[in-house]
């Protein structure tokens, strides 16, 4: 059997790279990296007290103080136990018992209109700084996640007309293969930055929440 030369060609299979047969997704790579925020961000320590960080805490959205008073027998800011309930002091945000030296700081309630400030302990105050951070890393990836996304979808189309032109012989063959390589190592850089953030963040064992110095190098890389 006489088989021709189109069906003995490579069709071109040798030089189309990531961004004409390989699917990215770079809004999963994203989403990826705030699941690795929200578990390294869930524990921090005051002290030596090892304290929990959720993200939907009700003290974040209080308008006033908090009436739900709650007797514990460890103040949960430094761990004192108390003799007695005449050594308990009230946080006004978590309504939890502190000790009186954990207590020394107020606090606006964020959600008052009239900007009212109440006592508030030392974890929770603690507490308010860890959601600014989070907060300011979450905005972040969005921002990145967006001019990604873009950038990446943009060189999609390009590669993929520049492939249509090769198998269709329109130009310089020659040249149009080198515009997909191009258009390639753009996405490959892409992706390994991408990479090499995520398995740093997942690999460092400072909390996301504290140590959050890689804003700087992320701009420059979806620039």
Request: proline share 3%.
């Amino acid at each position: 059997m006489v088989t021709s030369a189109r069906q003995t060609e490579p069709a071109n299979a040798d030089i189309l790279g990531i961004s004409t047969q390989e699917h990215f997704d770079p809004e999963q790579e994203f989403d990826n990296l705030i699941e690795i925020l929200k578990k390294k961000s869930s524990v921090f320590y005051l002290k030596e007290v090892k304290c929990n960080y959720e993200h939907e805490d009700r003290i974040f959205f209080l308008s006033g103080p908090n009436q739900d008073k709650k007797s514990i027998k460890k103040c949960p800011s430094c761990l004192y136990a108390f003799q007695n309930s005449k050594e308990m002091v009230y946080c006004t945000f978590c309504g939890h018992s502190n000790d009186e030296k954990c207590m020394k700081k107020s606090r606006i309630y964020p959600n008052s209109h009239a900007q009212e400030r109440g006592p508030i302990c030392k974890l929770c105050d603690r507490k308010f700084l860890v959601h600014k951070q989070v907060a300011d890393k979450y905005d972040y990836i969005k921002v990145a996640k967006k001019s990604l996304v873009d950038s990446i979808s943009k060189l999609e189309k390009q590669g993929s007309a520049a492939n249509a032109e090769l198998e269709n012989g329109d130009g310089d063959n020659s040249a149009k293969a080198n515009q997909i390589a191009k258009i390639d190592e753009q996405m490959r850089e892409m992706k390994n930055d991408i990479t090499r953030y995520k398995n740093d963040r997942k690999s460092k064992k400072e909390s996301n929440t504290v140590v959050l110095n890689e804003k700087e190098k992320m701009e420059k890389q979806v620039k």
